[in-house]
């Protein structure tokens, strides 16, 4: 064989091998911002986890075929999709466990629903680990990246149970059912059929303003009552009261799959108790209590916001992103409870989305302003290690937040958008 053409095939190997093999960038120093503003995301995607092994997952993705560019193929007008994923040890440590792509063709329809595409992935690693997730318009040439976790820590992790409607192998994308909801509940261990469910219902406090030393006393685990359900092919689960169940196949471990049932509609805002309820972070608690004893919410909502605007095309521009803002908190902060009502929701509702987000396993740092400017406004959360959840956070809170939480309130009460972009 000729030497030169030897040596283009080894260095070609030798590069393929290496790419294969190299550790990707640390990810806790990228700039995550972006997954916080839907200005800066194309696609609306959500993702499900489901480990069928030992070692062998299933990632079910949910897209909007509306989303995607359409040219014509033949005699229809196609899509093309491109997914790819790597698994990763973690923001800190992003060692490859696993990575794939795929790529998938959507034909052009009218008012076509939301669709499920998956892949398999593979890991017998008994730990937390990370999935990085890109999709890729090919005809636009446009790419969002989402990260999530993945947990094979315990059986009993959420992961391990697949909640699907009767006639559908299609997962449920939330962990939060509506009372309508009828759904079947499956564990990667088919030797277990029955499960323990322990019902809470509690009545959780707003998140206090930053610079407040808020305390809260510990969970209580206690359960307001317990009850077992026989899992299998042709059983069907509604659980029509809210609270949250946590269900378990061994209760001497926390772990477990949790199900929340807030109210009807959530995570939109459908009634006046329901717009009246985040005005409490921009009031006084007296202004707040009287607002409340009126019982017409909806006249008092009115009335709040048309004396903040000051006319009615000002008032309107308002109430759009203040409640667009306790939305998108219920859509990305939900834990056990309502997004709006967690730290990160109540400084993303006032502050409006940060400049800058920088993530590891165990926290998560905003950035108003500048990162190394003397003027920026930083706020640290730390993950929170919670049976029911992986997305609860709190606020490291301090008194040097003060003047600035009140200074943001000011400009909404003066009829002004803080951090309007």
């Not at 034909?107 to 997730?133: A, D, G, H, W, Y």
């Not at 005005?279 to 202004?287: F, G, P, S």
């Not at 990160?344 to 396993?361: A, E, K, Q």
């Not at 003060?402 to 000011?410: I, Q």
Request: hydrophobic letters at 35%; one cysteine or more.
């Amino acid at each position: 064989m000729n030497r030169g053409i030897l040596f283009l095939i080894l260095n070609s190997v030798f590069l393929i091998l290496n790419f294969s093999c190299a550790t990707p960038g640390n990810i806790q120093n990228e700039n995550l911002s972006y997954l916080y503003r839907k200005d800066k995301q194309h696609f609306s995607v959500k993702f499900n986890v489901w480990h069928f092994s030992n070692d062998s997952s299933q990632l079910f993705i949910r897209v909007d075929p509306k989303e995607f560019l359409y040219k014509r193929s033949g005699d229809f007008f196609t899509a093309e999709v491109s997914v790819s994923y790597r698994l990763l040890e973690s923001y800190e440590n992003p060692l490859l466990i696993d990575s794939a792509s795929k790529k998938f063709i959507f034909q052009k329809k009218e008012n076509p629903l939301p669709v499920t595409v998956s892949l398999e992935f593979r890991s017998s690693r008994q730990i937390e680990m990370l999935m990085e997730c890109k999709i890729s318009d090919v005809s636009k040439n446009i790419t969002d990246i989402f990260y999530f976790n993945v947990d094979r820590s315990t059986e009993q992790s959420r992961n391990y149970f697949r909640v699907a409607p009767l006639h559908d192998e299609t997962p449920f994308f939330s962990y939060g059912i509506s009372p309508a909801d009828s759904f079947r509940i499956l564990h990667k261990d088919t030797s277990f059929k029955n499960l323990i469910v322990h019902y809470y219902h509690r009545d959780f406090p707003l998140a206090a303003p930053p610079f407040s030393f808020d305390y809260h006393e510990s969970f209580d685990y206690k359960s307001d009552s317990i009850f077992t359900i026989e899992i299998g092919e042709g059983k069907i689960f509604s659980f029509p009261g809210e609270g949250f169940y946590h269900i378990q196949k061994d209760t001497t471990v926390k772990s477990g799959l949790t199900l929340f049932r807030f109210y009807p509609d959530f995570p939109n805002l459908t009634n006046p108790e329901q717009l009246l309820a985040p005005i409490r972070y921009l009031t006084a608690r007296r202004e707040f209590d009287d607002m409340k004893s009126n019982k017409d919410y909806k006249t008092a909502v009115d009335k709040f916001w048309l004396d903040a605007g000051g006319n009615p095309e000002r008032t309107r521009y308002l109430i759009k992103k203040y409640y667009s803002r306790v939305q998108f908190a219920n859509e990305n902060f939900t834990s056990y409870l309502e997004g709006w009502k967690t730290d990160r929701g109540l400084i993303y509702i006032i502050f409006g989305p940060p400049h800058m987000v920088y993530r590891t396993s165990k926290t998560e740092v905003w950035i108003y302003g500048e990162a190394s400017a003397a003027m920026s406004l930083n706020f640290s959360f730390i993950k929170v290690i919670n049976p029911f959840t992986d997305n609860d956070y709190t606020l490291s809170r301090a008194p040097v937040y003060e003047s600035n939480w009140y200074r943001a309130v000011d400009m909404w009460r003066q009829g002004r958008v803080y951090n309007d972009f």
